[in-house]
């Protein structure tokens, strides 16, 4: 007996959460194939859809990195919610990602992309604990 798979719901924290875990895993085995931008990009973008979901916690779904950046700062960091270490993280990652997808000329190392994905770890896993938090049973 086949169950329908119903499409996941972009408003929910834990679908964006659901995207960023599969990301992290392809920052992992992209960094194994030493393909160490790829690696960077991957692990920036598994914390973006973590930091999506923090702030679908408050109600808001933004298109734009920068916009996201912006109110994940104003509406978790500068309210407490969320230390300010994981905002020095996600834009630590957003400037490597952009350094490797827009500067190829300059190279990005395997401790680049280790240092990626060590904090988008961490980042993913800070965002899970809010999410747990903030979404009811």
Same mark, same amino acid.
């Given at each position: ?6 499409? /996941? ?34 692990? #920036?973008?598994?914390?973006? #859809?973590?930091?999506?979901? /923090? ?8 298109? +734009? ?18 230390? +300010?270490?994981?905002? !020095? ?9 952009? +350094? ?14 280790? +240092? ?18 903030? !979404?009811?049973?």
């Amino acid at each position: 007996d086949e169950q329908e798979l119903l499409p /996941a719901d972009p408003n929910a924290p834990q679908t964006w959460m659901d995207l960023a875990l599969p990301k992290l895993e392809d920052a992992r085995k992209t960094l194994e194939a030493d393909v160490y931008a790829g690696a960077v990009s991957q692990a #920036y973008y598994a914390m973006f #859809y973590a930091c999506r979901a /923090a702030l679908l916690t408050q109600g808001l779904y933004l298109k +734009k990195h920068s916009a996201t950046i912006d109110k994940f700062r104003e509406l978790l960091v500068l309210t407490g919610e969320i230390e +300010k270490s994981y905002l !020095t993280l996600l834009g630590s990652g957003q400037t490597a990602r952009e +350094k490797s997808d827009y500067e190829p000329f300059t190279p990005t190392t395997r401790a680049d992309a280790e +240092k990626a994905l060590a904090s988008a770890e961490s980042f993913i896993a800070r965002m899970q604990t809010l999410v747990e938090k903030q !979404t009811p049973a």
